[in-house]
């Protein structure tokens, strides 16, 4: 609080100005101004009635509790460090910049007063913005994680459940994803062969291991052990933080190396000057390793996939060849089943020959029915 003097027309006036800050919510203030006292007693009376008026309103702000924002920030502070259900640094800088996205209309808003509206607003922008299905309920599922926990802390108080209970997002049917038949991963490398690709050895590698892109990107010569002829993946880079951290899954798996991976380990083996088992080339460091992969397989006429849909031809075609699921769950690092069903049909082998041994009419039964189609028209 101040009372200050200012002269106007030859004559002196006083100027208060009143902050009130909140015992509860420190981020919770109000500050008003006014002029045009003609006296010290007046100043101060004038003051008084300020802080009076502050001191409501703020009151009243902190009956309705912390806004959505700081909930949010709050639930992300505490997710740092929380070793009970912990998320990963780059999944929790994702959820807060999903949230501050597509959330920065309820922001400023008591978390108390956020309403299904609120909600089916944010699924309708991100529609809108046509943003897939499986991302809308993502985002959903988020504000409920975040709400939710708000509820339990104690933070968001005079309500009972998260306003996204009732709201539903349909999604859509499951995306087939691309992968290349024996045929195409043939032409893929034979093509980046012969013209010389500095891609030839990243992509043979992921076709043969399986990796995933950080963890091709990670993988130094004290990982390759040729005396067991297996690789040793305990490590991913993360391009986005710059940092090298543990794999996806948390816990490190070994790659059996075959006769073509051991001749492409040797050969580049032979030529290496660095820690590093494959090259760093600039588009892999930039980023752009699927914009790449995309175009080469374009301009030999095949299929145009993803870098990440190599991994996809890995595991198809172990089960193909009919290895174990366990096995290549083992191989690819996946912890869930889910993951593994995905691929099992992706590879289509559960439903070959499944209809083979289904007989309903016999051999002179069928031939009959045949006759007296053919006869009819």
Known sequence: M????????????YEIFVSVRSKVNPKIRKQKRKKGFESMAQAHKGEKELVQQCALEVARLDGEGFTWGQIVEKWYQYKLTDQFEPVGIETLTDYLAALKTWTHS??????????????????????????SKSFQAKMKGTINRVFTWGLEEGHIRG???????????????????????????????????????PWYPIWAMALLTGCRNGELYAITWDDIDFSSMS???SKSYNRRLRITKSTKAGYWRNIPINTDLKALL????????????????????????????K?????????????????????????????????????????ELDTMARYIRLAGIDESGATDSLKILSTTEASQKVVSLFNKC
């Open 231 to 233: 690789i040793r993946v």
């Open 159 to 197: 309500i009972y459940q998260s306003p996204t209970i009732g709201i539903k997002v349909n999604r859509k049917t499951e995306r087939v994803p691309t992968i290349l038949n024996r045929q195409e991963i043939s032409k893929l490398i034979d093509a980046a062969s012969v013209l010389k690709s």
């Open 266 to 293: 040797l050969e580049l083996k032979s030529t290496s000057q660095t820690e590093h088992v494959l090259p760093r080339i600039r588009d892999w460091v930039q980023g752009y390793q699927a914009k790449v992969l």
């Open 295 to 335: 175009t080469f397989c374009a301009s030999i006429g095949i299929t145009p996939i993803r870098f990440h849909d190599l991994r996809a031809c890995f595991a198809t075609q172990l089960l193909q060849n009919q290895v174990a699921p366990a096995t290549v769950m083992k191989i690819c690092g996946w912890k």
């Open 2 to 13: 101040s009372i200050k003097s200012y002269n106007e027309n030859g004559k002196t006036y």
């Open 106 to 131: 309820q922001w400023e808003k008591p978390a108390k007063q956020l309403s299904r509206s609120d909600v089916k607003s944010v699924i309708k922008a991100l529609d809108d913005a046509e943003r």
